[in-house]
Structure formats: C-alpha cells, structure tokens
C-alpha cells in the first residue's frame, strides 16, 4: 500500500512480507505476528518491522495494530491444473472458517465445499449431497475426488492491519 505525506508530497510504500500465527499446544491461536516492509526511495529507506497484538509499530508518525487474520486461498492442483481458489467466512459452519463451493468431477460433474479452519490445514472436501469428507494437507499425494485428482499446493492466509495517524 502506498502512503503519501501531503506536507512534503513524500512517497512510502508499506507491504506485507510475511504473516504467521504462534500457537499453543493444543492448536488455540497464541500471538498473530506481521512482518512488514517500509521502503520510500524519497526517504532513502528500506526497512522490515514486525507487530504482533498488543504490541503495534510506531513509525513516522504512523501506529499500525495487528488487527485479524484470515484463510483468504488456497491453491489447488485438479487434473494438472493450478487453481487459486479465493475463501470466504461461513460463520454458519463455525467461528473462523472459510471455504467455497466447487464443481469437480472429469465426466459427471457434482458440487462440493471445501473448509479450512487454520493456517495448517487441512483442506476438507465434503461431498454436498451426503456431507461425506476428506481431509487433505499441503503437498500431500493427490487424491480422487469423483473422478478428478485433487491436491493441495498451498494455503494463504492474510492479515488484519489497522493504520492510524
């Protein structure tokens, strides 16, 4: 995101490098951790900060909060072809989880919703018309899923930044 100071007309540009969530160990989200990267070639600078809740950066007269989180995609390979699939919540299913419905199959085609509730996975693909599933994790083998092979490449998740001046 690109940032203008209208005083001096000052270019910076603020970018998301990395985003993790620490965990305890029964799985419950302990800190939610933003490494950012500040760079402005008007201000000769190039820096990476990192806030965590509770713990924001001040810089330049800028606080930025870490704020939430969330499963934006995932990128899947069905029949040797990479799909970025975007997520969105379904509070209807449960507290943070995201998913989306799909159509898979190679000769009959049939619709199912995908759900992911962290950042590890796993994926699971459940059949609509019985809501059978299956669990599947980053870069495991492939698995057939009416007749269309299914992996998972990759899991996004995003960061809720809040920017006060």
């Given at each position: 995101?690109?940032?203008?100071?209208?005083s001096t007309n000052s270019k910076a540009n603020v970018k998301l490098v990395?985003?993790?969530i620490e965990r305890e160990s029964d799985g419950v989200p302990?800190?939610?951790?933003?490494?950012?990267?500040?760079?402005?070639?008007d201000l000769n600078l190039n820096?990476?900060?990192?806030?965590?809740?509770?713990?924001?950066?001040?810089?330049?007269g800028l606080t930025i909060y870490q704020a939430d989180w969330a499963i934006s995609n995932v990128v899947l390979e069905i029949d040797n072809i990479l799909y970025q699939l975007q997520l969105k919540e379904i509070p209807e299913i449960?507290?943070?989880?995201?998913?989306?419905?799909?159509e898979l199959g190679s000769e009959t085609k049939k619709n199912f919703l995908?759900?992911?509730?962290?950042?590890?996975?796993?994926?699971?693909?459940?059949?609509?018309?019985?809501f059978s599933g299956i669990n599947?994790?980053?870069?495991?083998?492939?698995?057939?899923?009416?007749?269309s092979r299914v992996s998972?490449?990759?899991?996004i998740p995003s960061s809720g930044l809040i920017i006060k001046k």
């Open positions: 995101m690109d940032l203008v100071n209208e990395n985003f993790s302990k800190q939610f951790i933003s490494k950012l990267n500040f760079s402005s070639e820096e990476i900060k990192t806030t965590k809740v509770n713990h924001p950066i001040r810089f330049k449960g507290n943070q989880v995201w998913g989306v419905l799909i995908l759900t992911i509730d962290n950042e590890n996975g796993p994926l699971k693909i459940s059949n609509i018309e019985n599947l994790y980053t870069n495991d083998n492939p698995i057939e899923v009416n007749s998972l490449k990759k899991i």
